[in-house]
């Protein structure tokens, strides 16, 4: 399959390099220092702490050109404009992104990607394969159970389990990688934000995941936006484990989560990127304009109770 992939950060990187083992023809679009160094060294890839880097050569371009049959976007929410941009540019040409599957943090819907590409080529995920970047070297997390037990979700926006839905995730798990249809996929990364955001801002006020760790008000406070979050949904948490944020009390949760900040897990949490705080930003504003957009829908019912 001729893929093209949207973000040479860890996961593009990640993804990149073993669809490529996998005998897929892959094209990385990257830009600036990212672009010179994969053309010089390609994907330098170490497990974990390991010492041993191996690299990938892998294609990468500056701008795509010609026929894909698939696209994987993996960039921060705040840098997709961009990329609905360049896929116009790349249709207009005379060429073409093919379906286009968003594996990234995204809370807006579906509706804004169907608006700018067309209703029929979108796809929305969410890669669960995580890592870092030192330097230009992609540290990916290392297998574990927690990773073979994690797949990656994959749906179309109206719920339908379809043929390039099943093709897709076969395509994945034949590269190594966990995945899974999931027939609730916005309402998927739309729970994920509503607990992510507060987490992600919690550990960067308290200056820090050890001191976040050590301060349960600024965990209780952080708890009590995530239910407030999760109230705000127009559907009932997706994975239905997030309920428990809404019904453990606070005395059993502030120690669970004191325990996952000191934890391994929490690691990629530690950044003082502008980046990671501007991709948080932009959830926020698209969690509002959901929450809105609910609250709007609820007045204007002929069925609304009224008290």
């Known amino acids: 399959m001729k893929i093209l992939i949207y973000g040479a950060g860890v996961l593009g990187s990640i993804y990149a390099a073993r669809l490529h083992d996998a005998g897929h023809d892959v094209s990385l679009v990257a830009r600036g220092q990212r672009l010179v160094a994969l053309r010089e060294h390609g994907i330098l890839l170490a497990e974990g702490d390991s010492p041993v880097i191996r690299s990938v050569r892998v294609p990468v371009v500056e701008a795509a050109t010609g026929q894909f049959d698939l696209t994987l976007v993996f960039v921060r929410t705040h840098h997709v404009d961009a990329v609905l941009e360049s896929i116009a540019r790349l249709d207009a040409a005379g060429g073409s992104a093919g379906d286009v599957l968003f594996l990234l943090n ?70 190594g990688f966990g995945a899974k249809p999931e027939s609730r996929m916005e309402s998927w990364l739309t729970t994920h934000a509503a607990f992510e955001v507060p987490l992600g801002q919690a550990v960067h006020a308290a200056g820090g995941l050890e001191a976040l760790a050590g301060d349960p008000r600024a965990i209780r406070l ?55 705080f501007a991709e948080l930003d932009a959830l926020a504003e698209q969690l509002r304009a959901r929450a809105a957009l609910g609250a709007a829908a609820d007045v204007s019912s002929p069925n609304r109770s009224v008290r």
């Open 106 to 175: 995204w809370a807006a819907g579906a509706e804004p990607l169907s608006t700018a590409i067309g209703r029929e080529r979108v796809l929305l995920g969410f890669a669960t394969q995580g890592g870092t970047m030192h330097g230009d070297v992609v540290h990916y997390r290392p297998a574990s159970l927690l990773t073979r037990l994690v797949s990656m979700p994959i749906g179309e926006p109206d719920g339908r389990t379809t043929p390039r839905v099943e093709q897709i995730v076969e395509l994945f798990r034949a590269a």
């Open 222 to 276: 952080m708890l009590g936006q995530m239910r407030l979050n999760l109230a705000s949904l127009p559907s009932r948490p997706v994975p239905r484990a997030f309920t428990a944020l809404q019904i453990v009390p606070w005395w059993m949760l502030v120690p669970v989560f004191r325990r996952f900040l000191r934890s391994s897990a929490a690691v990629p949490l530690s950044t003082d990127s502008p980046a990671v």
